[in-house]
């Protein structure tokens, strides 16, 4: 959203193609509604007067040629050509398998969230939180604030890296204050490090959780396990463009260019930074972009700023070698496919896990698998192919030079 | 105040304010969205689109992933058995 | 630095070399496989897994048919994961001139004991309800499977180590030749027998040999059970199949045990890169959807390429090769590598240990070249 505002301020033609159905992505899901997401009306407001057009509920699944990519939705596929593309892709949570994690009821932290942003009921309920991140947090107090019970949060990271977390905050006053309130609004939840999910229980649904605590385990009683581990970036469609990619993350210069000279990206896929670099990240690239560079320059300062906070939570947040043995032999590790951990063991590297067991050849693609093979047996992922994201067997069809297929709409230009 | 939309989940009717994704309107009717390959029952868990668990049929269209996709009046939600 | 001695050092543990690998082992032969990869990676791991019979050429048929009985002899053995399911081929006719093909076909296999069924117009849609109206017909041939090929080769080569069959993956062959076989990372193997299942990239190892890659795209969509229930292929197939030049696509539709459709096919000369052509996948999508319109929903998970090992004469080369008295060949297979893996591992074992092959073996020998690639 920063950069599509930045750069139609440019005077440039603008367009924003996103899968949710309303803008925002996940941090601003389902708009304003409190203090901390001041900010989300704010950029909503500059989008809408900023005269961006907006392309909800769609997916880009291919680049058929340089300047232009595909995006499917419902109902239609759009060709979309651009002279500039700037990536804001976002992350997702990463999950690590154990047992009873198939369960409904389990769910990702930032997860439940939306669910509950999307009118999930949640009074009354108890939610235990586990795994790592400052996203647990951030949601448990959500939780709470609709009436939610908390009877525990489980965080996996040492007190140690946690106190020099909170040291490190002490440079950014904003931090400062956005953790006071979080500790206010949070008072009373136990929180514990050096603690994370064994197992989750129930019949049909789930029913208690046992943790790890201090060596010890206890189970808790609950209705729902928000569980997540901290992000993954979404690099897929920068990887599908030919960007390069650096340890996981899309390489990008200084004004958020990536090796691809048309295409720029901003956010969590450069680096895990939450909103502040976002924010940041997005206005520099909107604004390279459209040409604005001086004015990109000038945001460089607080961008250094926003990356240090990145780096800082990098290191607080690692995840430790004892989570490499939470899933037992059944436990599944690919949830399209159903492949249990143990015929993984037997395989030497990604490419031969997905022949032989057809890990990571669901509709997923492997986003909720991969990161977690990649913790347990450091396999590194193959190469993207098309289409990035599932699309119609219709849509891959279509592309430039043939005959027009049914419901497409060629769309404006994007910068 | 808020609106509130109608859509039949499994055949039952459930109404549900508008702006709740399909995905809720399945939990709040007590189902399961689809059944894994080993036959579990399952339901969302990353709640964003990605994790493709909870892939329902809408208006008889499959594999749609409920979590995206807001409730609209009279649509008719099953979910495999 | 050597290895161990063995009788048979085998290059390629895609399902050809599995095939070989398995075979040699249980006659008894003491059996190095190695490959750059993974098992069943290369083409085995690219193709539809299709086990079909054909009949461009009685050398072609009696390969075939030979391999595809085994396959059948073997199934009973065969673990789960390799999804072998006797789903059968309807070879679909667009017009009359194709239906006329279909009568003859139903001829041609009645003669050589190959059951199978010509379908009206009526029956072909009962079978195959999402076919678009108007097809005219087909050829239902019962005795035709699929099955997945990546799995079907593990098996193969895990049958191979039972019997003392070593495996030894992750580095390249860099030469092979005088009975020796020397890989990327310096390992060697010595033995009398040599075999080049190297599928594509076969002509690397042994120059002069006459294969060149043919490039093919396929896609597979997720679950929906009971869309598809037999292997379908348009009988313009064989067209595409022929073409010697030109890049072609052919409606090539299979239904996977899991209820995902395998969509294909398509052929290109020249083609050296692995990346999916936007231009043939698409030709090769709107073709299927010419035959399957209610295809266009479905929703398509992944798409991959493959390199065939195409010979001038579209038979494989098995047997000894003449410039190297160690070397022999098991490849060229083309698009019926999984099909006559079986047959191919059977004749070249027989012809080694001088055994009487169930079937002529002079259409496959690479010293047919020499007379017969004059014409391509």
């Not at chain 1, 189970?219 to 690099?235: E, K, Q, R, S």
Request: glycine share 10%.
């Amino acid at each position: 959203m920063a950069a599509a505002v930045r750069a139609a301020e440019c005077g440039v033609h603008v367009g924003i193609v996103d899968d949710n159905p309303t803008l925002g992505g996940q941090i601003w899901r389902g708009g304003p509604e409190d203090g901390r997401s001041r900010d989300a009306g704010r950029w909503s407001e500059l989008l809408r007067t900023a005269g961006v057009t907006k392309l909800s509920g769609k997916r880009i699944f291919d680049q058929p040629d340089r300047g232009i990519v595909l995006a499917e939705g419902n109902d239609d596929v759009s060709e979309l050509r651009y002279q500039n593309l700037i990536l804001a892709t976002g992350a997702r949570e990463r999950f690590l398998p154990f047992p009873g994690w198939t369960l409904s009821n389990v769910m990702g932290a930032g997860g439940l969230q939306a669910m509950v942003k999307c009118g999930l009921p949640i009074r009354g309920k108890r939610v235990v939180i586990a795994g790592t991140g400052p996203l647990l947090l951030a949601v448990a107090a959500y939780l709470r604030k609709n009436g939610a019970e908390i009877p525990m949060i489980c965080e996996q990271t040492s007190w140690s890296s946690l106190a020099g977390f909170s040291l490190a905050l002490l440079s950014q006053p904003a931090k400062i204050a956005q953790g006071l309130q979080l500790k206010r609004e949070l008072s009373g939840v136990p929180f514990v490090a050096n603690s994370w999910p064994l197992a989750a229980h129930g019949r049909q649904i789930l029913e208690s959780v046992t943790v790890s605590r201090g060596g010890k385990s206890e189970t808790i009683l609950c209705d729902y396990l928000a569980c997540g581990f901290h992000l993954v970036p979404n690099i897929e469609l920068a990887q599908l463009l030919g960007c390069h990619v650096n340890g996981g993350y899309v390489r990008v210069d200084d004004l958020q260019r990536t090796t691809v000279k048309e295409v720029f990206c901003a956010g969590e896929p450069t680096g895990i930074g939450g909103v502040d670099s976002a924010l940041i990240e997005g206005q520099i690239a909107g604004l390279a972009a459209a040409g604005g560079t001086a004015e990109a320059q000038r945001l460089f300062g607080k961008r250094e700023k926003a990356r240090r906070f990145a780096r800082t939570l990098d290191r607080t947040f690692r995840l430790r070698p004892e989570l490499t043995k939470l899933p037992s032999a059944d436990t599944l590790v690919c949830r399209c496919e159903d492949v249990p951990y143990s015929h993984l063991q037997q395989q030497t590297s990604w490419r031969a896990a997905k022949l032989h067991t057809r890990c990571g050849m669901g509709p997923c693609q492997g986003r909720v698998c991969g990161p977690a093979t990649q913790f347990f047996f450091k396999w590194t992922p193959d190469s993207v192919r098309p289409p990035v994201f599932p699309a119609r067997i219709g849509d891959l069809a279509s592309i430039i030079g043939g005959p027009e297929p049914e419901n497409s709409t060629v769309g404006g230009g994007l910068e | 105040m808020l609106d509130q939309v109608r859509v039949t989940v499994n055949g039952a009717s459930i109404s549900v304010p508008s702006g709740t994704t399909v995905a809720v309107a399945v939990t709040i009717a007590g189902q399961a969205c689809r059944t894994s390959v080993s036959g579990e029952r399952r339901g969302p868990l990353c709640g964003m689109g990605i994790c493709f668990e909870c892939r329902v049929a809408i208006d008889g269209r499959p594999h749609c992933r409920s979590c995206q996709i807001l409730c609209e009046p009279g649509m008719e939600v099953t979910t495999d058995e | 630095m050597s290895q161990a001695a063995s009788d048979v050092v085998i290059v390629g543990a895609g399902i050809v070399g599995a095939a070989c690998a398995d075979e040699f082992a249980r006659r008894g032969m003491r059996v190095t496989i190695v490959d750059r990869d993974v098992v069943g990676s290369g083409a085995t791991a690219a193709g539809m897994g299709h086990i079909v019979v054909m009949d461009d050429s009685e050398a072609q048929f009696a390969l075939t048919r030979y391999s595809q009985q085994l396959w059948q002899a073997l199934r009973p053995a065969l673990p789960d994961d390799v999804e072998y399911d006797q789903c059968g081929t309807i070879w679909v006719a667009a017009d009359d001139e194709e239906m006329f093909e279909v009568r003859r076909k139903h001829k041609h296999y009645a003669a050589r004991g190959v059951p199978t069924e010509v379908l009206d117009a009526k029956t072909l849609q009962q079978l195959e309800p999402n076919l678009r109206d108007g097809m005219v017909g087909g050829l239902l041939v019962p005795e035709d499977a699929v099955l997945y090929p990546p799995c079907a080769a593990r098996f193969l080569i895990e049958r191979a180590q039972e019997h003392g069959a070593k495996l030894r993956l992750g580095s390249s062959a860099a030469q092979i030749g005088q009975g020796q076989v020397r890989l990327s990372d310096g390992r060697e193997f010595t033995a009398e027998i040599i075999v080049n299942a190297a599928g594509a990239f076969a002509p690397e190892l042994t120059p002069g040999l006459e294969i060149k890659k043919r490039k093919g795209h396929l896609v597979i969509t997720d679950r929906y059970p009971g869309f598809l229930r037999h292997q379908l292929v348009e009988l313009g197939y064989l067209k595409s199949a022929h073409s010697v030049s030109s890049d072609s696509v052919a409606f090539n539709i299979q239904p996977r045990r899991t209820g995902q459709i395998l969509i294909g096919s398509s052929r290109q000369y020249g083609a050296e890169h692995k990346d999916v052509d936007h231009g043939i996948l698409a030709r090769m999508l709107r073709r299927a959807q010419e035959y399957m319109p209610a295809l266009g929903p479905l929703s398509a998970v992944r798409t991959w390429t493959g390199f065939r090992a195409a010979t001038p004469d579209k038979l494989p080369l098995i047997g000894p090769w003449q410039r190297d008295q160690s070397v022999f060949l098991a490849t060229g297979h083309e698009g019926l590598g999984i099909t006559t893996s079986l047959a191919t591992a059977k004749i070249l074992v027989d012809q080694i240990t001088g055994s009487n092959a169930e079937i002529p073996i002079e259409p496959y020998l690479p010293s047919r070249a020499a007379k017969e690639f004059a014409h391509a």
